[in-house]
């Protein structure tokens, strides 16, 4: 038997439940992973609220990142071996696996041996983070040096790595957050100007970094009615990449600025990496080669226990948090 978090119906933080599960052994093609640490993300709270892409099956497992121990490995499964230190790529839908709990297994194709520079809470906060602000960025989007790129919701895990990014690649992160109550903290975690945009003029601010050549790429997980003033405040064939649902509202796209700079307005997801083996392994190598040399590093706001599993996805909806919240096994 093993501790799990699963939920039996959607609700709020309260339907989770740590329930002593019988884990099965790995099948092919899977990791069995002693737990040492776990990644929350915003995927969980819409899963657990039933506003993900997937529906759960209850009883539902969530959890898209954890870090550990390999306890087992499937048939035909090669490159792991007991004892390893692995932390785990989201690249399944969730209910089909679930890495909260103590004991979990995992596709083996998403388990990567991580630096040995990263704690286990590190580890269990890369993942989610670093690959979805590579697959925008760098696989997509080519970001060159001197290139400015405005990052909404900074201050979350995404945004923090989205910044450390930018600045690997030599170009400008502007952060965009709703108040200057985060400023301090997102220049002190690499933003090269801060953007309050429920105080500042964004557009006026945007024209003003650039010199009147308005952004090249603006990477945005809410959307909603501030998408309009962002793709203003792009400049000639920038990228605007929505790769979150944080505000559902449909997206109103002004024509002018779209026709007049050649916009591109583009839907994106991590999956899109994920699925793609070889994409996978040059975000997977991008990802440790900067980890190694000490360029990318995870940010962790906070640690919980897994007795504390409710608590942190209250934090997490409090939206408090700078960096990803934890939960250690």
């Not at 640490?37 to 969530?62: C, H, K, S, W």
């Not at 040995?116 to 590579?134: G, K």
């Not at 979150?244 to 026709?259: H, K, Q, R, S």
Request: aromatic share 6%.
């Amino acid at each position: 038997m093993s501790r799990i978090v699963r939920f039996h119906e959607t609700g709020g933080p309260e339907v989770l439940k740590v329930e002593d599960v019988v884990v099965p052994a790995p099948k092919a093609g899977e990791v069995q992973i002693r737990v040492k640490a776990m990644g929350l993300n915003r995927a969980e709270v819409m899963f657990r609220t039933g506003q993900y892409v997937t529906q759960p099956r209850f009883p539902a497992i969530l959890g898209y990142e954890a870090a550990g121990t390999v306890e087992a490995v499937g048939p035909d499964v090669t490159g792991f071996a007991v004892g390893d230190a692995v932390s785990v790529v989201p690249c399944f839908m969730l209910g089909d696996y679930g890495l909260h709990g103590e004991l979990v297994n995992a596709p083996a194709f998403g388990v990567v041996k991580h630096p040995e520079n990263l704690s286990w809470e590190e580890a269990a906060a890369t993942w989610m983070m670093f690959v979805t602000a590579y697959g925008a960025l760098v696989d997509i989007a080519n970001v060159q040096a001197g290139q400015t790129v405005l990052i909404r919701a900074a201050s979350s895990s995404v945004g923090l790595a989205a910044i450390q990014i930018v600045n690997a690649l030599g170009a400008v992160p502007v952060a965009l957050t709703r108040r200057s109550s985060k400023r301090d903290e997102l220049l002190k975690h690499g933003a090269a100007h801060v953007i309050a945009t429920e105080e500042q003029d964004l557009v006026a601010e945007v024209n003003r970094i650039t010199d009147g050549k308005g952004a090249n790429v603006a990477f945005d997980p809410v959307g909603g009615p501030e998408v309009a003033k962002i793709l203003d405040a792009l400049g000639y064939l920038g990228i605007f990449f929505q790769y979150g649902a944080l505000d559902t509202t449909p997206l109103a796209v002004p024509v002018m600025p779209l026709l007049g700079k050649d916009l591109t307005v583009r839907g994106y997801q991590l999956f899109e990496i994920t699925k793609d083996p070889a994409r996978l392994e040059r975000a997977k190598d991008y990802i440790v080669k900067g980890l190694a040399s000490g360029a990318l590093k995870p940010v962790v706001a906070k640690t919980f226990t897994l007795d504390q599993i409710v608590e942190a996805h209250r934090f997490m909806e409090s939206n408090e948090q700078v960096g990803k919240i934890v939960v250690t096994a």
